[in-house]
């Protein structure tokens, strides 16, 4: 059942066409992916749907009996209550009903009286019928959502009672979209869902979004996270939107498949009105009345031809490629036991691991966790509590700031770049400028005026210009469209320098990463591949011990010797494991026996009998001497 639609929607703004002829539908429960490069529209559809403006043609069609969330436009935070007041919000009838229910219950209380048995009667019946609406409308089970919700997006049960004032763009996003989770619409609009989550974060709302009952939307540059939730893909391009009945990877050749038969037909078609022109230029030459009459159908035929629109092609992406000025040495970066802590918050200790010319290393952990913070102690901005960082030989890094916090707001981006770069002549700067598609008057915006997308390719543009040797990345694909990303991927797997990146790209992480760092309270945890390796070894640590050990150098025949060592060797532990626990079991037995020939020595009949006396006394001492040895040799065993 259809509860979404669009027939031929049009939206401009001034001279700028944003939106032209969009029709599609959306069936109940369906959930699509809506992806398109930055600028081309796909918020601006949001919008329209949520009816937050109105488009300039076109009608609109949402199921009347279907509600609609939208993250930008409905969840409004309150300032003044704390995360867990805000998400009540969304429960204010159950929480009425719960007020009512402890009224009527104080009203059953009352003294009973028989005068009045109708009003008694009364109380019992609205209670029974409140208690009903509470537990069908999820009254036992609303605060355990609200915890599993905040949990699951990354708040603990310390942060529950933090006032919403106090809290980061992005965490106050989060409460946002945990209280639209909350509210369970029937249609679900998300723009950009996984900016400001962990990696953690991120897998539980996929989770969730998979077994959601309802219809769900979702603009994302995230390809990992469409390919896992989605089920269909909506191309948002040149203002047009073509739609594909697949996730975001198995869409990709069906998108290609469709321009290509497009193009065919655009092709065949311009070739065949150039036949038909000539032809009538041609009968036209002649002069004659027969041939005027002849060209003149002709021309009648042509203006009435349903005309095939060139298809549509993605806009160009910023031309990345990172070059290093000089090479460094071998050993590029040098991390011993370093420890930091911002008062009695513990980011992390003993953290130890090296890095060499030529690697690409991942770092990944839960927010907070001072990821960002080790990437300012490595360019010497933070100091650490403890431990040693030592930089390598001819090694100059270069840093992206995810917070764009290097940029100046009131410089134009023609000042921005130069002032850093003097030494490039206005024609080598322009060059540079465009080929991040900073073209003509563009180049005097100044940055305050930019989006999150235009300023990280200003700080790409940064990078790829220092030349450096080592660069630190943190989230370079926030806010970045998928176009700008691959761009990105291809000019990391051609740099020759070394990388450490901070990402929740998953994606990205797959394509451009060969080590992970899961970085840790005390210390780091390592993975030699990218993201899917380490979620496999994550699941089943045996899994890949043969790969790791040839990436170590080591031969196949070294691998076999060292597997029948240790087989050998947990043979050898298990023996020796079960003879303690063997000798455990007798020295429990015997001093069981001990005791009870203890007991028997105090009773009369035995004490008072010379014989029976010497006999247990003698059995006492043996038993002593057979445990003594038997806790020698548990001594030696657990050595």
Known sequence: MIVLSCKNICKSYGINTILKDVTFSINEGDKVGIIGSNGEGKTTLFKILSKEITQDDGEVFIDKNKSLGYLAQHLALDSCKTIYDEMLIVFEDLQRLERKITELEAKMNEPYDENNASYHEKIIKDYGTAQDLYQNRGGYTYKGEISRVLKGLGFTEGDFDKLISTLSGGQKTRVAL????????????????????????????????????????????????????????????????NCYNAPYTKSLELMKKDYEDKLKAYNLQQTEIKRQEAIIEKFRSFNREKSIKAAESREKALDKMEIVDAPDKEKNASKIKFEASVKSGYDVLHVEKLAKSYGEKKLFDNLSFDLKRGEKIALIGENGRGKTTLFNIIMDKVKSDSGVKVLGVNVNVGYYD??????????????EVWDDFPELTTSELRGFLGSFLFRGDDVFKEINKLSGGERCRINLLKLMLSKSNLLLLDEPTNHLDIPSREALEEAILSYDGTLIVISHDRYFLNKVINRILELEEHGVNEYLGNYSYYTEKKKNPQRFETYEGLASGKTKTQLNEEKKKKKALEKEAKAKQNEIKNIETNITQNEEALEKLQEELCKEEVY?????????????????????????QWEELSS
């Open 608 to 632: 008072s009998n010379p014989s029976e006396s010497e006999r247990v006394n003698k059995e006492i001492k043996n038993l002593q001497e057979t445990i003594e040895k038997l806790y020698e």
């Open 178 to 241: 945990c209280k639209l989770l909350l509210l369970n619409p029937d249609i679900l609009l998300l723009d950009e869902p996984t900016n400001h989550l962990d990696l953690e974060a991120i897998e539980w709302l996929e989770e969730y979004l998979k077994t959601y009952k309802g219809t769900v939307i979702v603009i994302s540059h995230d390809r990992f996270f469409l390919d896992s939730v989605t089920t269909g893909t909506f191309q948002v391009i040149n203002g047009h939107v």
């Open 402 to 415: 995810q917070e764009q916090s290097n940029l100046d707001p009131n410089k134009t981006i023609l000042n």
